[in-house]
């Protein structure tokens, strides 16, 4: 078990506009995107946070709420840092308030609860600030953040995501090999593809 309070956040606000529908709702592995990524949450959290936008009733509708705190981000067309805060200003609003959050999105499919553990353990471990899911030569999300930078968090603006923090701290990053993240669902074709993939 952490030593630490771990929370969790789902980013799910967004239209889906390349897609042209609901790629939280998309079927897979015998639930849908949104429920796999909420599964697999809460294998590490109690209660993750689940903050929606576009489609939200749609959303909200095939959702336990006893398993999760659904959030609507009535701001969610101003870009992802303002679901960043939604999130965030929920979860420090109950109790306990968290000493570290991971931010996840519902379309990389193949998050796992092994990976969530990783970063939780890679903090504990190294002691940095941030640790942030490596792969295709980046670093982004699943990350998980310490509370120091939670202000920071909640300073952020528009489109800007939480990969602006990863690349400000640099060298206070620690990151958590995940070679999957490169693949996330943003185009029918990349969705067929995944299906194709799976089902071989």
Not at 57 to 66: I, S, V
Not at 75 to 84: D, F, H, R, V, Y
Not at 86 to 105: A, S, W, Y
Request: charged fraction near 20%.
């Amino acid at each position: 078990m952490s030593i630490f309070h771990t929370d969790i956040i789902i980013l799910a606000a967004g239209a889906s506009t390349r897609l042209g529908r609901p790629k939280q709702l998309l079927p897979w592995q015998g639930v849908t995107l949104l429920q796999h990524a909420v599964q697999t949450a809460l294998t590490v959290a109690v209660q993750p946070v689940v903050v929606t936008g576009a489609n939200g009733d749609h959303l909200a509708a095939a959702l336990d709420p006893g398993q999760v705190k659904l959030v609507f981000n009535q701001n969610w067309q101003q870009g992802i840092a303002s679901s960043i805060r939604c999130g965030l200003k929920t979860l420090l609003n109950r109790t306990p308030e968290p000493d570290q959050v991971i931010f996840m999105v519902c379309d990389q499919p193949f998050v796992t609860a092994g990976l969530l553990l990783d970063l939780i353990n890679e903090q504990q471990k190294s002691r940095k600030p941030i640790v942030a899911s490596a792969y295709a030569g980046t670093l982004g999300i699943p990350a998980l953040f310490d509370k120091s930078l939670f202000s920071q968090l909640l300073d952020l603006q528009g489109d800007t995501g939480a990969k602006r923090l990863i690349q400000q701290y640099g060298d206070e990053v620690a990151s958590v090999a995940f070679p999957e993240g490169m693949i996330d669902i943003d185009t029918e074709g990349e969705y067929k593809e995944l299906v194709n993939k799976t089902t071989d």
